[in-house]
């Protein structure tokens, strides 16, 4: 079992930074990649970023690129969302998930643990 919060969401405005945590606690996740999706009403949760297992490969969804970045620190047990130049656009709940396998994915339907997420609001 694998519990996941997530945190540092908040009202931003457009042009400014968040960076979002993601804290997990139970099993380790040392050996699983991790992601970030996004998801705002009536639409299908996005794909933000991926990270491996070990940190060494990231990939991040076109929308986002140069804009944001994701990292992990194994020994917090901590995956980070670090989003700048933020936009309207972003605006979304921002969850993190957890894959079983070592690899990045951008597939939801590889992610098997879920936070509750965390809202995400960039104003214009």
């Known amino acids: 079992q694998v519990q996941l919060v997530e945190s540092g969401g908040g009202l931003v405005q457009a042009g400014g930074s968040l960076r979002l945590s993601c804290a997990a606690s139970?099993?380790?996740?040392?050996?699983?990649?991790m992601g970030w999706f996004r998801q705002t009403p009536g639409k299908q949760r996005e794909f933000v970023a991926a990270?491996?297992?070990?940190?060494?490969?990231?990939f991040v969804a076109t929308s986002v690129k140069g804009r944001f970045t994701i990292a992990r620190d194994n020994a917090e047990k901590t995956v980070y969302l670090q989003m700048n130049s933020l936009k309207p656009e972003d605006t979304a709940v921002y969850y993190c998930?957890?894959?079983?396998?070592?690899?990045?994915?951008?597939?939801?339907?590889?992610?098997?643990?879920w936070g509750q997420g965390t809202q995400v609001t960039v104003s214009s």
């Open positions: 139970g099993r380790t996740i040392s050996r699983s990649a």
């Open positions: 990270i491996n297992w070990s940190g060494s490969s990231t």
């Open positions: 998930g957890r894959r079983p396998e070592g690899g990045v994915s951008y597939y939801r339907a590889d992610y098997d643990y």
